[in-house]
């Protein structure tokens, strides 16, 4: 078996490394799942559907999250960068 990196960005510190407004990122998520490298984790216990999810990707999600951003960027779906 290969290496696998089991690190986890949040959205905040991925806005921040591809410069980019965090609300934006937010919105371009919403269609990545988990095998797509998006996650949700959650700060409060007992949760329920009412606890505000914290966004996370992994190093694969970051990159389909670039090709998101492209995707959006290119039909003219995107905020200009921050």
């Known amino acids: 078996m290969g290496y696998r990196n089991s690190a986890l960005y949040t959205l ?3 806005a921040s490394m591809l410069d980019e407004d965090e609300e934006f990122l937010r919105d371009c998520s919403i269609g ?3 095998e797509d490298g998006c996650l949700s984790a959650y700060d409060d216990y007992p ?8 966004v996370v ?5 970051i990159e389909n999250l670039r090709y998101v951003i492209e995707e959006r960027r290119a039909s003219g779906n995107a905020p ?3």
């Open 57 to 61: 990707f992994t190093e694969d999600g």
């Open 32 to 34: 990545m799942f988990s």
């Open 12 to 14: 905040k510190y991925v």
């Open 47 to 54: 949760g329920s559907e009412l606890s505000e999810a914290i």
């Open 80 to 82: 200009p960068k921050p």
